[in-house]
């Protein structure tokens, strides 16, 4: 199979596609968007982009693509622990606090702050697709005394040198990847990261109302289908108007499920299944992935 990432090579989603997918072709593409329009252009069988941080919350943009663009199935689900680090330009090791400017992608930055705050108070910082895209960036421009965040298989890869290690401002950074697709794939469980089964579902309310909401909880918790997430998005026609994406906690099967979603139904609410999908875990640290 071909499989579709967030690149170039060397991003946190490479690192995730290595290991739901170790024996796989990996195509790297620019942007989210790209990816997109790879998986609904059947140059690829699988796309996998990053969804949520635990620090800096939802990738809007693949949400966005997700709801408002495409009709692609989740079909499985990575959470990777996430190590950022301070990188330069290998001649520019000994003097790198002199670095004149950071580049990285914007959510790796926000994760950061203190360590810029600290360490590199008032030198600018340069948003990027992507963090391997800003340490290719920095390798491709030795002469300037430029700096990135981004993780230790960039470094290697790029031939860039680590000055400081894991400068994220809290331990438990953690990014959530989903693996789309058009097809029937089925993503193979029997593996350590496999942690279990969730259905995520699109509910727009009906019009504006007081209660509205918690019926719409009230369907699923009289069932004891237990939420890991809801999240309102901007349904983009007005202000005020919004949708909730919800995470349930099981495979979709014929009774629970479907009856939650005939109740909402039967109260005006718009429901879409965007996916009944495994999802993993990865519990390696991230010197354990590159080795494997």
Known sequence: MKIGFLGPKATFTDIAVRSLFPKETAVPYPTIPACFDAMIGNEIDLAVVPLENALEGSVNITLDYLIHEVDLPIVGELTAPIRQHFMVHPGNLEDWAETDVVYSHSHAIAQCHKFLHKELKGIPCES???????????KDHPGEKAGAIANELAAQVYGLAIA??????FDFNHTKFIVLSNKKITIEEDREEFSGHKTTVMVTLPADRAGALHQVLSAF??????LTKIESRPMKTGLGNYFFIIDIDMKQDDVLIPGAVAELEALGCSVKILGSYPYFHLHKKENKVLQD
Do not use: C, F, G, P
């Not at 400081?164 to 401002?169: A, L, P, Q, S, Y």
């Not at 918790?221 to 237990?226: E, F, G, S, T, V």
């Open 128 to 138: 990027t697709t992507s963090t391997a895209a800003a340490a290719q960036y920095v």
């Open 164 to 169: 400081k290690e894991d400068i994220h401002d």
């Open 221 to 226: 918790a009289w069932r004891k289908l237990n």
